[in-house]
Nanobody, 127 residues
Framework: QGQLVESGGGLVQAGGSLRLSCAAS????????MGWFRQAPGKEREFVAA????????IYVESVKGRFTISRDNAKNTVYLQMNSLKPEDTAVYYC????????????????????WGQGTQVTVSS
């Protein structure tokens, strides 16, 4: 089982940008879809975005469409989440995860569809 290490979180003003990175170890990274989730205090973990093993397909939660972009570099075993036009409601701990599947679909965006998780990185957006 590989390890996932997120980085890039921090404090930013509303309207600002952050780029999260998730470095993965293990041989299954390049053959697995990857996802980003977030969890705000007192709320359930929420799906944010996912990308297929090849990077050719992506899927986003409606609230971040047009603002966030997920990408991956299989040569570096890293997945990214570029977050623009940040809002206070984006404040949460962000987690990356390895999917049980190679491709992405709306039916495989539950936390139970992912088998490995990072420790999370805090994103705080001030108004």
């Amino acid at each position: 089982q590989g390890q996932l290490v997120e980085s890039g979180g921090g404090l930013v003003q509303a309207g600002g940008s952050l780029r999260l990175s998730c470095a993965a170890s293990g041989r299954t990274f390049s053959t697995s879809a990857m996802g980003w989730f977030r969890q705000a205090p007192g709320k359930e973990r929420e799906f944010v975005a996912a990308i297929s093993w090849s990077g050719g397909s992506t899927i986003y939660v409606e609230s971040v469409k047009g603002r966030f972009t997920i990408s991956r570099d299989n040569a570096k075993n890293t997945v990214y989440l570029q977050m623009n036009s940040l809002k206070p409601e984006d404040t949460a701990v962000y987690y990356c995860a390895v999917s049980k599947y190679a491709n992405v679909a709306v039916t495989t965006t539950r936390p139970s569809d992912f088998r490995s998780w990072g420790q999370g990185t805090q994103v705080t957006v001030s108004s």
